[in-house]
T-cell receptor, first 112, second 112 residues
Framework: QKEVEQNSGPLSVPEGAIASLNCTYS??????FFWYRQYSGKSPELIMF????GDKEDGRFTAQLNKASQYVSLLIRDSQPSDSATYLC????????????FGTGTQLKVEL | GAVVSQHPSWVICKSGTSVKIECRSL??????MFWYRQFPKQSLMLMAT?????????EQGVEKDKFLINHASLTLSTLTVTSAHPEDSSFYIC????????FGPGTRLTVL
């Protein structure tokens, strides 16, 4: 079993819709969770991080964490074509010393 | 804040030569930096963890004598690809840790 799993996609949503990206992780002791966006040919860009169970909102982005289910998600409201990218879920394991384990990413396509 | 730079952004070299890539945290100090490699349409692969003032920790399968890492200060880590070969052609990305990881823009290496 992979430590961090994401559906590779592509996930296609129409412009203006809500995009929902999901991620599961295997280490129950994981403490910190991150979402990165990576455009083709570019390096990853940190969008959000979440440490506690529940929702965390930042603009059009909402991260959701459920440690009991070992599940973290990213919602993008009012999706725009510029949101089309690969979204990487990353988890910091307990005592990981800032080392992150990345999922393989979900490709999001926002269609006009 | 949390800006990371990399230099050069791209490099083309002949087989057998060595290439040095610099990674700098511009507005914060990073005791830990990470080096990743990403092949086209593949996910990020962690190569090594670079710790200021100590030896780097390499991931399994990464040759430490081929990929030399030096973390000379709290704002600078370097990766030297020694005796580069065409199969080393890839996108090399560094990150610096500060409440998550912040990535540099990447260096695209092409070995002829």
């Amino acid at each position: 079993q992979k430590e961090v799993e994401q559906n590779s996609g592509p996930l296609s949503v129409p412009e203006g819709a809500i995009a929902s990206l999901n991620c599961t992780y295997s280490d129950r002791g994981s403490q910190s969770f991150f979402w990165y966006r990576q455009y083709s040919g570019k390096s990853p860009e940190l969008i959000m991080f979440i440490y506690s169970n529940g929702d965390k909102e930042d603009g059009r982005f909402t991260a959701q964490l459920n440690k009991a289910s070992q599940y973290v998600s990213l919602l993008i409201r009012d999706s725009q074509p510029s949101d089309s990218a690969t979204y990487l879920c990353a988890v910091e394991l307990t005592g990981g010393g800032n080392k992150l384990t990345f999922g393989t990413g979900t490709q999001l396509k926002v269609e006009l | 804040g949390a800006v990371v730079s990399q230099h050069p952004s791209w490099v083309i070299c002949k087989s057998g030569t060595s290439v040095k890539i610099e990674c700098r945290s511009l507005d914060f100090q990073a005791t830990t930096m990470f080096w990743y490699r990403q092949f086209p349409k593949q996910s990020l692969m962690l190569m090594a963890t670079s710790n200021e003032g100590s030896k780097a920790t390499y991931e399994q399968g990464v040759e430490k004598d081929k990929f030399l890492i030096n973390h000379a200060s709290l704002t600078l880590s370097t990766l030297t690809v020694t005796s580069a070969h065409p199969e080393d052609s890839s996108f090399y990305i560094c990150s610096a840790a500060s409440d998550g990881q912040f990535f540099g823009p990447g260096t695209r290496l092409t070995v002829l």
